[in-house]
């Protein structure tokens, strides 16, 4: 058992030295859980795999567009409804966000993907987004020790991902097959992002040039066999404001 958080060492043996301790963990699902702030979520009525979502009340970025007209962000599901409504519900996605700091949360996180979505779908921050680059790292060592496991991560944190692109390039960080990272445009209606790192992929909302759209508004919801968002080849999904 080693801490994901040492950041003192290069990413190459900071990764291996990760898997390895995945590989001989001695967590159980129960310690899991309680480290990661609660644990995955359970499939929902359109999610086809499991989820991970802190608080969007904590994002970066999204926090200051909710305030804008027009964005995305301004109609957050996550930030009315259920989410606001319930204490229980809010304090769960705060209590994830601050798990975030715990020395053993990428493996208990790693652990608990092996176990319930290996050879499925597996999506980041249904609630919430990136906090830092090492937040961002610890999703990449995650998906690296996860082969098995389809990830996809939306984001609005650009400037992180620009951060995690210089190591990219600087050949100490590799995004693994198995991790589609979407970017996300701010204002509906708006174009994708272009200035991107060429490992990213983008997401619009209600934008009138995409060439197709989120089938889930005409499918009661649910993305029932579709797999666009995980799937690298598709460079933008288009979803209906909701």
Not at 27 to 54: D, E, H, Q, S
Not at 142 to 151: E, F, G, K, Q
Not at 211 to 235: E, I, M, S, Y
């Amino acid at each position: 058992m080693t801490t994901n958080n040492n950041s003192s060492l290069n990413f190459p043996l900071r990764l291996s030295l990760f898997i390895e301790s995945v590989n001989n963990s001695t967590l159980n699902v129960k310690t899991c859980k309680a480290i990661t702030g609660g644990g995955l979520g359970k499939n929902n009525g359109k999610m086809p795999g499991r989820t991970y979502g802190i608080s969007a009340w904590r994002c970066k970025t999204g926090s200051k567009l909710a305030k804008i007209a027009g964005s995305v962000c301004s109609a957050c599901y996550a930030m009315k409804g259920n989410y606001l409504k319930y204490k229980n519900v809010r304090d769960g996605f705060i209590k994830r966000a601050d798990s975030l700091t715990h020395p053993l949360w990428a493996e208990a996180m790693a652990v608990q993907i092996r176990r319930y979505s290996t050879g499925k779908v597996f999506r980041w921050h249904d609630t919430g987004d990136i906090q830092s680059l090492e937040h961002l790292l610890m999703v990449v060592m995650v998906a690296h020790a996860t082969p098995d496991t389809r990830h996809w991560i939306p984001t609005r944190e650009v400037a992180i991902i620009k951060q995690l692109d210089r190591l990219v390039k600087a050949g100490q960080v590799t995004i693994p097959s198995n991790l589609c990272v979407r970017v996300s445009s701010h204002f509906v209606g708006q174009k994708p992002w272009r200035t991107l790192p060429s490992w990213c992929n983008t997401s619009t909302v209600s934008w009138d040039d995409a060439p197709d759209t989120c089938p889930a508004p005409q499918q009661d919801g649910k993305c029932l066999d579709c797999r666009k968002c995980w799937d690298k080849t598709v460079k933008n999904t288009n979803y209906i404001q909701h």
